[in-house]
């Protein structure tokens, strides 16, 4: 008999919410800012932010605009802007977030199977648990059970590094390797990956946002690349994935 899943674990902007557009509204004119403080001529708007950052949380993005166009911050002053982002990404999604279609109804169903559910998120908490809220997804986890790159490590960090994994494994009392999650950004898949959790790779989002042909490179994408188990077109194929995953365990 297959071993039955000891933790679900998922992702949250675009896995379970629809966030990510909405966050990157929030802090392209923060990032324009940085910009031209630094007199750094080049300028971002939200698509343009999504396709170098997608996956990033606003420290790991300021590290990156740094290293794109060559100029440093001060920790004071990265410190200031990621608190700064933070109160207007948060603002926006207790306004606005939607949750990714079907997602309640498979949570329900895990709810009901006896799944534990945790979430593990890049991004800031309050953030998160602003767009669980604001959806209603908040009534499946507990607070505890939120994990956070950016808040709930010391130092922060950010997938790609799979610190924030290990760490709500360790937390949870269970191995990676008996848990899976859900991602749908290469960053966020790529740290499943590292840290030896059985990933499904959401690309659903993909075509709701950007098309078709989006969602067909991203499949291609999380599977070669950073060798996700399976991919789910929609939350609808969330059972017989987990079903896919358990059968390899």
């Not at 109804?105 to 006896?114: I, M, P």
Request: net charge negative.
């Amino acid at each position: 008999m297959p071993s039955k899943l000891k933790y679900i674990l998922l992702d949250c902007d675009n896995t379970l919410c629809q966030s990510e557009r909405l966050a990157f509204e929030a802090c392209s004119e923060l990032t324009n800012e940085v910009l031209e403080k630094h007199n750094i001529s080049a300028r971002y708007d939200v698509d343009s932010l999504l396709e170098d950052f997608v996956g990033h949380n606003f420290r790991n993005m300021l590290v990156g605009l740094q290293k794109k166009h060559n100029f440093e911050m001060k920790k004071e002053e990265v410190d200031d802007y990621v608190s700064k982002e933070l109160g207007k990404v948060t603002q926006k999604l207790s306004e606005k977030c939607t949750e990714c279609p079907g997602v309640t109804a498979q949570l329900e169903w895990a709810k009901k199977e006896g799944y534990p559910m945790a979430v593990v998120s890049t991004s800031a908490k309050p953030r998160v648990v602003a767009s669980l809220k604001k959806t209603n997804l908040m009534r499946f986890f507990t607070d505890e059970h939120v994990y956070s790159a950016a808040t709930s490590l010391n130092p922060p960090s950010s997938k790609p590094d799979p610190a924030v994994y290990l760490h709500a494994c360790k937390e949870l009392g269970v191995k990676p390797e008996e848990c899976l999650t859900v991602e749908d950004s290469k960053s966020g898949a790529t740290a499943g990956m590292r840290a030896n959790i059985p990933t499904i790779a959401y690309v659903g989002i993909y075509k709701i946002e950007e098309g078709a042909e989006k969602e067909r490179q991203m499949a291609k994408v999380l599977m070669e690349e950073t060798k996700c188990k399976v991919v789910m077109y929609d939350w609808k194929e969330f059972p017989e994935c987990v079903k896919k995953i358990e059968e390899g365990m």
